[in-house]
């Protein structure tokens, strides 16, 4: 099984209505920095983001944050980071999280949880990079998302092997085991479009 050094969080910029995903969220930061996980994330201190990364840095983990200086105030970055690097777009930001991350795991969140969502796994759909693509299902919350790649790869849109690039995991226990198990290489690249 590979050792899995870094994991990208995707997650809200809020904590949402249901407090069992501030729990969760919680959770996944302490079974990182207990196994050793450094974060990469987007470096905001509210919301989810902000939870992740206070409980991966209570339980003595790294935190490693990206963010673009247009969203510095908006997203309020994170001071306590043991690193939180600013970049100039939200393309940027994006690309940088990926390269320093063995694998991407997507918590509850908006639109631009989605949207990261959806990028890297895209990614992986074009062989931008080979690394694990996962969602921490909580109370079902990924359930109209993997309901409609189930019918846009009924309808023709998804190969089946795409379809399976997304992982569903409905225990935040089982994040690291399975998308450890997943890699394939704790140094596998993220390459150019123009090299894929």
């Known amino acids: 099984m590979t050792t899995l050094r870094s994991l990208c969080v995707y997650c809200g910029s809020k904590p949402g209505n249901d407090p069992r995903h501030e729990a969760t969220a919680a959770e996944l930061g302490r079974l990182m920095a207990q196994a050793g996980v450094r974060l990469v994330y987007g470096g905001g201190s509210v919301g989810l983001m902000g939870v ?6 209570a339980h003595g983990g790294e935190a490693f944050g990206v963010i673009p200086k247009g969203l510095f105030t908006t997203e309020i970055g994170h001071p306590g980071l043991t690193e939180l690097v600013e970049v100039g777009s939200m393309h940027e930001r ?15 969140g908006g ?23 996962g969602v921490l299902d909580i109370d079902g919350f990924w359930q109209p998302l993997l309901q409609f790649l189930d019918s846009a790869a009924d309808a023709g849109f998804i190969r089946p092997q795409h379809r399976d690039i997304i992982i569903r995991i409905t225990d935040v226990d089982d994040v690291i085991p399975v998308l450890s198990s997943k890699a394939v290489s704790a140094s596998a690249p993220i390459l150019s479009i123009e090299e894929s």
């Open 52 to 57: 992740v990364a206070d409980s991966v840095l």
């Open 111 to 133: 639109l631009g949880t989605l949207e990261e969502l959806a990028e890297i796994a895209t990614w992986s759909q074009l062989g931008i990079h080979a690394k694990p693509v």
């Open 94 to 108: 994006k690309a940088l999280m990926a390269s320093e991350a063995d694998a991407f795991v997507a918590l509850p």
